[in-house]
Structure formats: C-alpha cells, structure tokens
C-alpha cells in the first residue's frame, strides 16, 4: 500500500529560491527535490518546470485573501 501524505502548508519561514521573498509555491520534482517559489518567479519559471514536476502546491490564492 501506498501512502501519499499531503504537503504541509507553506509558512512565513518558506523563502523563494531565487530572490528570498516568502515562498507560495512548492514544486516537489519527480527525480527529487523541491523548489520554492515567490508568486512573480512561481508565474515565471513554472510553464518550464512543469513537465519536470512530480507535485505543484500553489498557495498563491492566499496572496489575494491578505488585501
């Protein structure tokens, strides 16, 4: 049996990999790993990470619940 256990939410802790700002997007990788990123870099860099990802956590609809 396989078990798929749900990613933890992303917190103020999580930082973007490519500028630091707090992170809203996870990208788990199918050959392993995780990339984090910001809503700008998450809506750059995801059309060419997609096909390489095994699980996108997009959390970026909380940007809007803050306004």
Avoid at 34 to 54: I, N, S, V
Wanted: a negative charge; glycine letters at 6%.
């Amino acid at each position: 049996m396989v078990t798929t256990l749900s990613p933890s939410p992303l917190t103020a802790s999580d930082r973007c990999d490519r500028c630091g700002a707090q992170a809203y997007v996870r990208v788990t990788l199918s050959k392993g790993g995780e990339l984090l990123f910001c809503g700008h870099h998450a809506r750059k860099h995801l059309p060419a990470l997609t096909p390489l990802a095994a699980h996108i956590q997009d959390e970026t609809e909380s940007l809007a619940d803050s306004n």
